[in-house]
């Protein structure tokens, strides 16, 4: 299995100090974070997190190494937003664990391939949306998800396409050129100031607020399935190339 690629997108930093400020039965509260929290569509980010003693860690000399290993802590498997929405790291073994406690000041790292892994996915799914449209024509999207493993959408033809046969092979080569191209990935304000866009120049945009590659090139190659055809649902996947 070929390595993964270095992480390319470094904002936010992989590394950083925050104070414990509270927390539930799943985990504490940070006063910063910079953990993406879980979401409908995405998969949270994972890493550890320590007490800050003061002494250097594995990370602390290029923490956006994504060779290097986590320093020493307790894992961080998973991380919500509870209602109040505050960002619950979950531990694993569960909080409270000795020494988290309010006030105690803490180094996180944030798993940098995991974080790549899912932003090159995150981007495929928004391609394999965007080549359905070209290739097949208007179509709504009604579900999406992406985890470390794959991306995964679900479409809803309009009244009157829904015998439509789906073309992989012309899906897969929209897809294919555009990662060949290498094009800009843009974050654009939408007509809703408070909605971002992720834009293609000349191609299209998609609702999103999400981390992603800067370009499409960084996405890497991908395999293209097609998991459900019913007369009116669609449903497509794509996984990264090793």
């Known amino acids: 299995m070929a390595a993964d690629p270095p992480v390319t997108v ?18 504490p509260t940070l006063s ?12 949270s980010g994972i890493g550890r997190l320590r007490i800050d003693d003061g002494q250097p860690d594995a990370d602390a000399d290029d923490a956006r190494a994504p060779d290097r290993r986590l320093s020493p802590g307790t894992p961080i498997h998973r991380v919500t937003r ?10 694993s073994p569960p909080w409270p664990a000795p020494g ?4 105690q000041p803490v180094i996180a790292v944030v798993d940098g391939i995991r974080r790549n892994r899912l932003n090159r996915l995150h981007s495929a799914l928004h391609l394999l949306y965007l080549a359905y449209l070209a290739t097949h024509g208007p179509a709504r999207r009604i579900a999406g ?12 033809q309009p009244a009157g396409t829904r015998d439509r ?3 992989l092979a012309a899906i897969t080569s929209w897809i294919d050129t ?9 974050r654009l304000q939408g007509p809703d100031p408070h909605r971002l866009h992720w834009y293609l120049d000349g191609v299209g945009s998609v609702a999103c ?7 499409t090139g960084q996405i890497g190659a991908l395999d293209v399935s097609l998991l459900q055809n019913d007369p009116d649902r669609i449903k497509l996947a794509a996984t990264l190339v090793e």
Do not use: K, W, Y
Request: proline content about 9%; some cysteine.
């Open 100 to 103: 988290l406690l309010p006030g």
């Open 32 to 43: 910063q974070t910079r953990f993406v929290p879980e979401t409908p569509e995405r998969q």
């Open 10 to 27: 470094i904002d936010p930093p992989l590394r950083f100090r925050a104070v414990v400020t509270g927390g539930d039965c799943g985990g």
């Open 145 to 156: 998800r992406v985890t470390a493993s794959g991306a995964r959408i679900e479409l809803l």
């Open 165 to 167: 046969p789906v073309d």
């Open 178 to 186: 555009m990662i060949a191209e290498d094009l800009v990935i843009r």
């Open 82 to 91: 509870n209602t109040n929405g505050e960002l619950i790291h979950h531990l």
């Open 209 to 215: 607020a999400g981390l992603h590659p800067r370009s």
